[in-house]
Structure formats: structure tokens, C-alpha cells
């Protein structure tokens, strides 16, 4: 096996016992990046000299007899909307097509051993699911180079997939790690709205914003919420609770655990092979020794559009700060107005526009308490079906995806029909809940398939102990 293509726990003990050298796997990354990437487009950047220069230190430092950290070496990519000191941070808008950060995201800053490979391509400011709102490229999926590898860090899960990161970042506003997880095969995680620092990601909807990780395996998902989680007091919002040993919770075994299957996931409209493939998973958790208990969310159905409220609305002021004046790009007018009417019309996507007329929309006077008003209010319905549930079971087990990835241009034409993506994903960031999409196989074309397991807030570890027992029995 190419070394690539290894998962980091793997790549570490080859380092530690000296079998290889970081120059050595970074080399071999950055020639497969070199190799595939005109086909993938995974990146934006790609940070060739950073990502020697990094691996000579930690070459030094191991040759000294020092100790290296779990993911220090490790060759890592990060989604272009997560600031990084020095290093252009462009969120895939012709906007920020310049920006470079004068500092960096808290979350980056945990993984600055690792060695950054690059900044991976999105949809514009993460409103996508596809990559295809991207002003610059759309990522391809490793798997099916005319599919795409989902959104909106359809980046990320593609450098992975495709053996030009060994991992990466993601964000998940409404499903963005856990679609194109489930797309390209690997394994996403967003964790419990709080538990990673938001400082330093580019604020797309504050209150659903997540950082999470994209990985080969479920003891690399471990390793890197290990490095990333916990209180920062540069984001208020950050949770302060513990960070336990995420590697202790993989445990193999799911022996009395309680797991709901809920049945609005498991209607008309999702494909039927994958909802056998997901069937066929609660299966497999029941001869592990897991109970499958059937359950109700009863609000499901109102989800997306309560998201497409409330994160809209989220955007349009967050987005407000791109005036040409504090950020970015300026295209010259005769006056202020017409200056910034101007940088606006020029700069932002449709999709990005499309986002901010309809949150301003929502959020102004007469209108407010119809639609803005009222998505907040379903939130809270919707965050309750999750804390009745969790009464009767630990986990909840449901597709990632309604279907599995779809071809380049088929959806970019028909917004409402690319926002039904988020059925199965957007609940979890509603409620503020950790999820991860783990691969349970492929349809006849050869298209991988993903399962969600969302579990108790703050509780990573029982979904990542699920994960491990599943991972283990295949
Ligand atoms: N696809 C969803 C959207 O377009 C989710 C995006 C995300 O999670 N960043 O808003």
C-alpha cells in the first residue's frame, strides 16, 4: 500500500520507529498531489515549500531523539474558509480572492505540527453541496472523476479520498463534512456545536457553524478531535466542558447500547439502495449486540426549510463586513454607495447572493415574525424531538445522503432540489449535535454509500465507540 493512502496512527509508528522519514512521506504525498490533482481540483492552494520545510523540521527533531506528537508529520489539508497566518484564505470567492490572514484559526494552530499540504476548494463561503459554487473549479470525486465529491468541503474529502491528504479539515454548517464524507468514501465527523473553536473560520451562520475532520479511519477521527477540541477563549461560544481521550473511547464493543432508527429517514425519496445499505448496518449493530429501537422525530420534515431561514439569515449579516472597504477585493464606483453596490454585484456567486436577498428577506421588518420568528421557534421543536429521543436511546442511525454523488452540472441549475442534499444532515446543526458519516459500502455503479450516527451533545465518544465496533466488524 502506498503511503498515501495509510491512516496517520499507521504513518506515526513508521516515523517514531524511523522506517520512514517525513521528507520521505511528504515527498510521496506531494507527487501523488502532482499525479492526480489535475484531475481531483481538490485544492486551491497547494503550500509545496511550507510542507518541505515543515517535514525537514520534524525529521530533525525525530533524529534528535525527540518524541513526536500523534499527527506531528502528518500531511494534512485544510478548507480554504479556515484562516491561516500567511497563507491566502480565499472561502472559493473572487471577494476574498487575495485575503491573506494575519493570524490563524485556533483549530489550525492545534495542528501546526502536522504538515499542511494545501487549502482545499469549497463552494463559495460553504453554501453548497457540490463544490460547483466555487468561483474557481469544482472538485471532482476520486471515485467517479465526472461525479462530484459533494459540499461544501468537497475539497477536503477529496484530498483524502484521493491520497493528497492523509487528512483535512472541513467545516459543517448543514452537512457540509458529512455529505461529502459519505460521497467520496471516508469517514466525516462534526462534532457537538461548541466543541471545536470557531476563531479563525470564516463566519458563514454563527449558530450552526462546526470545524470537523475528515479521515481514513475511525482511530484517526480520534486522534485529530483529540487535537482540535476544547475551550478557546478567543470564540464565547466555544464549550467548556472537558475534552476526554477520544482514542479511549474505541472500544469494540456496542453490547446493550441503544440505538433509535427513525422513520422519517427512511421514506420515499431516498434511494432504495441506500436505504438497504443502512438497514443492513442496524443489522450488523444488532448482532453486535446493540438494540435497534424504531423512533419518531416528528419535526424532520420541517427542517430544511427552518435551515434555509435561518442560516440565510445568519449569512446576509455575517456577510455584510465584504463592503470593500474592511475586506478583500474593491471595485471603484463614483460614490460610497456605488462603490460597494459595485464590489458586491462583481464579486459574490449567484448562490451567495441568492443567500443573502433571502436572509435580508427574512430578517426584515414585516416579515420577521413570519419567517425568521417562526424558523426559530421550529428549531426548538426540532431540538426537542432529539432530547426526547435521546431519553429512550444513545445513538441515532440514519443515511448521510438521500443519494449517493451526483454528476457535475446535473443539480446547479435547480437550487431547491440541491438544498433537499441536507435532508438527513441539517436536523444535527439544528439541534447542535455531534454526527459522523461513515462508509457502509457502494451501489451497483460503484459509488460509495454512507451511514450517520448523531448522537447525545457533548457525547463524541459514544459515537465514535459505535464507529469503532462497526469498523472492526467489517
Ligand atoms: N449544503 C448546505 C448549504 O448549502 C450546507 C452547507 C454547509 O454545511 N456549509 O447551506
Do not use: W
Not at 506515526?12 to 481540483?41: F, P
Not at 502536522?114 to 482545499?120: A, P, Q, R
Not at 467520496?184 to 473553536?197: A, E, H, L, N, W
Amino acid at each position: 500500500m502506498a503511503l498515501y493512502d495509510k491512516t496517520a496512527h499507521e504513518l506515526h509508528e513508521l516515523l517514531t520507529t524511523k522506517k520512514i522519514s517525513a521528507a520521505e512521506l511528504t515527498g510521496e504525498v506531494l507527487a501523488r498531489v502532482d499525479e492526480v490533482e489535475d484531475k481531483i481540483g481538490a485544492y486551491l492552494t497547494i503550500t509545496r515549500d511550507k510542507a518541505t520545510a515543515q517535514a525537514k523540521a520534524v525529521d530533525d527533531k525525530i533524529n534528535r531523539g525527540e518524541t513526536i506528537a500523534p499527527l506531528e508529520g502528518i500531511p494534512c489539508a485544510i478548507k480554504d474558509n479556515i484562516c491561516t497566518k500567511g497563507i491566502k484564505t480565499t472561502c472559493a470567492s473572487k471577494i476574498l480572492e487575495n485575503f491573506v490572514p494575519p493570524y490563524d484559526a485556533t483549530a489550525y494552530k492545534k495542528l501546526s505540527d502536522s504538515i499542511l499540504i494545501g487549502k482545499t476548494n469549497l463552494d463559495e463561503f460553504a453554501m453548497g453541496s457540490s463544490t460547483e459554487n466555487s468561483a474557481f473549479h469544482t472538485t471532482h470525486n476520486p471515485h467517479d472523476l465526472e461525479r462530484v465529491a459533494g459540499g461544501s468541503s468537497g475539497g477536503s474529502a477529496a484530498a483524502v479520498a484521493g491520497g493528497e491528504a492523509i487528512f483535512s479539515l472541513g467545516s459543517d454548517t448543514g452537512g457540509s463534512i458529512r455529505q461529502p464524507a459519505s460521497f467520496c468514501g471516508v469517514i466525516g465527523f462534526k462534532p457537538t456545536y461548541g466543541r471545536v473553536s470557531r476563531y479563525g473560520l470564516v463566519a458563514f451562520a454563527s449558530s450552526l457553524d462546526q470545524i470537523g475532520s475528515f479521515t481514513h479511519d475511525v482511530t484517526d477521527c480520534a486522534l485529530v478531535l483529540n487535537a482540535i477540541c476544547g475551550h478557546d477563549e478567543m470564540d464565547s461560544t466555544s464549550s467548556a466542558a472537558p475534552v476526554p481521550d477520544f482514542t479511549k473511547a474505541l472500544v469494540a464493543d456496542v453490547k446493550g447500547l441503544k440505538i433509535g432508527l427513525p422513520k422519517e429517514y427512511f421514506v420515499k425519496g431516498i434511494d432504495p439502495e441506500i436505504e438497504s445499505a443502512v438497514r443492513n448496518v442496524a443489522k450488523k449493530y444488532e448482532e453486535l449486540g446493540a438494540e435497534i429501537i424504531e423512533l419518531s422525530l416528528p419535526h424532520t420534515e420541517y427542517a430544511i426549510a427552518t435551515y434555509y431561514l435561518i442560516a440565510p439569515a445568519e449569512a446576509a449579516t455575517n456577510l455584510e463586513r465584504y463592503d470593500g472597504v474592511s475586506y478583500g477585493a474593491r471595485v471603484d464606483g463614483a460614490d460610497v454607495v456605488e462603490m460597494m453596490t459595485n464590489t458586491r454585484t462583481e464579486k459574490f456567486g449567484a448562490e451567495v447572493k441568492r443567500r443573502i436577498m433571502i436572509g435580508n428577506y427574512a430578517l426584515s421588518a414585516g416579515y420577521y415574525d413570519a419567517y425568521y420568528l417562526k424558523a426559530l421557534k421550529v428549531r426548538t421543536l426540532i431540538q426537542k424531538d432529539f432530547t426526547d429521543a435521546f431519553k429512550k436511546v444513545d445513538l441515532i442511525l440514519t443515511p448521510t445522503t438521500p443519494n449517493v454523488s451526483f454528476k457535475v452540472g446535473e443539480m446547479i441549475s435547480d437550487p431547491l432540489k440541491m438544498y433537499l442534499q441536507d435532508i438527513c444532515t441539517v436536523p444535527v446543526n439544528l439541534a447542535g449535535l455531534p454526527g459522523i458519516s461513515i462508509p457502509c459500502g457502494f451501489t451497483k455503479d460503484k459509488l460509495p454509500i454512507g451511514f450517520q450516527l448523531i448522537g447525545k451533545a457533548l457525547d463524541e465518544a459514544t459515537i465514535l465507540k459505535a464507529s469503532f465496533a462497526y469498523e472492526v466488524s467489517c
